[in-house]
């Protein structure tokens, strides 16, 4: 740009503002007192303009990865991964849907990198997008202090039959959906999926309130309530019930060269190792509950790609 292209530009700013933001002096041109109030501003809208077009342009952005929910087991341990490596760009989104094709779609289409779903019948998947196992999030017996079950410290599956899980919202076509059908038809449990879901605070109180309903919560998910509500967390042993989850990502992602991508990730750091059936998966073993640090050190989304409530 020209002298005479930048000094119209300043006097065309100066005309919208108001004020002068330069003056002449027998040094040269120096900024007004104006012009010095003016100028971090300013400097902080161009940064923020630079971060937006950097947030969405084709191998410059974060990697986005979608989550179930903020405080789901998926994002507990992509933070647990970020403090290990927090050199990593992440950007941690909700879709927002229940049917996992929707974020097959997103991540084909390169809106996302990868998505924490799990697609039933992977033969469905497009050529391009593939699915590997993450981890598997042990269930728990979340009840109040009023239920039967509320003073065992551990449960076997057939100590839950007969008594009432309360799975609210279960929606058709979800991946939980057909978790929750198989787990009841594997272990004669009684799952009731009556209602919509309010949301974590009604469901909650709900809990808190009564003497003959529980629900089942993974164990790494975070809920939070007041403690006069005296709720309890109940492993499940004997075997150990878990939720399978998954990492859906495109092919056409390829991986970072880092000594990162080629390490082992304890995704189930501090959880319990326990064997177990698998809903979902067919009885595969929680032993197996590592994935490697490829599933999150993908490189940048390919310049041809372009960027654009659970257990």
Same mark, same amino acid.
């Given at each position: 740009?020209?002298?005479?292209?930048?000094?119209?530009?300043?006097? *065309?700013?100066?005309?919208?503002?108001?004020?002068? !933001?330069?003056? @002449?002096?027998?040094?040269?041109?120096?900024?007004? !007192?104006?012009?010095?109030? &003016?100028? =971090?501003?300013?400097? $902080?809208?161009?940064?923020?303009?630079?971060?937006?077009?950097?947030?969405? @342009?084709?191998?410059?952005?974060?990697?986005?990865? %979608?989550?179930?929910?903020?405080?789901?087991?998926?994002?507990?341990?992509?933070?647990?991964?970020?403090? *290990?490596?927090?050199?990593?760009?992440?950007?941690?989104?909700?879709?927002?849907?229940?049917?996992?094709?929707?974020?097959?779609?997103?991540?084909? *289409?390169?809106?996302?990198?990868?998505? &924490?779903?799990?697609?039933?019948?992977?033969?469905?998947?497009?050529?391009?997008?593939?699915?590997?196992?993450?981890?598997?999030?042990?269930?728990?017996?979340?009840? /109040?202090?009023?239920?039967?079950?509320?003073?065992?410290?551990?449960?076997?599956?057939?100590?839950?039959?007969?008594?009432?899980?309360?799975?609210?919202?279960?929606?058709?076509?979800?991946?939980?959906?057909? &978790?929750?059908?198989?787990?009841?038809?594997? &272990?004669?449990?009684?799952? %009731?999926?009556? /209602?919509?879901?309010?949301?974590?605070?009604?469901? !909650?109180?709900?809990?808190?309130?009564?003497?003959?309903?529980?629900?089942?919560?993974? *164990?790494?998910?975070?809920?939070?309530? =007041?403690?006069?509500?005296?709720?309890?967390?109940?492993?499940?042993?004997?075997?150990?019930?878990?939720?399978?989850?998954?990492?859906? !990502? $495109?092919?056409?992602?390829?991986?970072?060269?880092?000594?990162?991508?080629?390490?082992?990730?304890?995704?189930?750091?501090?959880?319990? @190792?326990?064997?177990? $059936?698998? =809903?979902?998966? @067919?009885?595969?073993?929680?032993?197996?509950?590592?994935?490697?640090?490829?599933?999150?050190?993908?490189?940048?989304?390919?310049?041809?790609?372009?960027?654009?409530?659970?257990?």
């Amino acid at each position: 740009m020209t002298q005479q292209a930048i000094s119209k530009r300043i006097a *065309a700013l100066e005309r919208a503002l108001e004020v002068r !933001l330069f003056t @002449r002096t027998a040094r040269g041109v120096e900024m007004t !007192l104006d012009g010095q109030a &003016f100028l =971090p501003h300013a400097r $902080s809208v161009v940064a923020g303009v630079e971060r937006a077009i950097a947030a969405v @342009r084709p191998g410059s952005r974060a990697l986005r990865i %979608d989550v179930l929910g903020l405080r789901s087991a998926q994002s507990v341990v992509l933070h647990e991964y970020w403090q *290990a490596h927090p050199e990593t760009n992440l950007d941690v989104v909700t879709l927002r849907v229940d049917d996992p094709r929707v974020a097959v779609a997103a991540v084909e *289409a390169g809106d996302i990198d990868a998505s &924490f779903r799990t697609v039933t019948d992977p033969g469905l998947l497009p050529p391009d997008v593939h699915m590997i196992h993450a981890f598997d999030s042990p269930l728990e017996l979340l009840v /109040g202090p009023g239920h039967p079950l509320a003073s065992a410290r551990r449960l076997t599956p057939p100590q839950l039959r007969k008594h009432r899980i309360w799975v609210p919202g279960i929606a058709p076509l979800s991946e939980w959906a057909e &978790f929750y059908d198989q787990l009841a038809t594997d &272990f004669d449990l009684r799952i %009731d999926a009556a /209602g919509p879901h309010f949301g974590d605070e009604v469901l !909650l109180d709900t809990l808190a309130g009564s003497t003959d309903v529980a629900t089942l919560v993974g *164990a790494r998910d975070r809920y939070i309530w =007041p403690t006069n509500y005296d709720l309890r967390r109940i492993p499940i042993v004997s075997p150990t019930l878990a939720y399978p989850l998954s990492l859906i !990502l $495109s092919r056409t992602n390829h991986i970072q060269g880092s000594a990162e991508s080629s390490a082992t990730w304890e995704v189930c750091q501090g959880s319990p @190792r326990r064997s177990g $059936s698998l =809903p979902g998966q @067919r009885r595969h073993n929680t032993a197996t509950a590592t994935a490697t640090a490829t599933a999150l050190t993908l490189a940048r989304p390919h310049p041809d790609k372009g960027d654009s409530t659970g257990c």
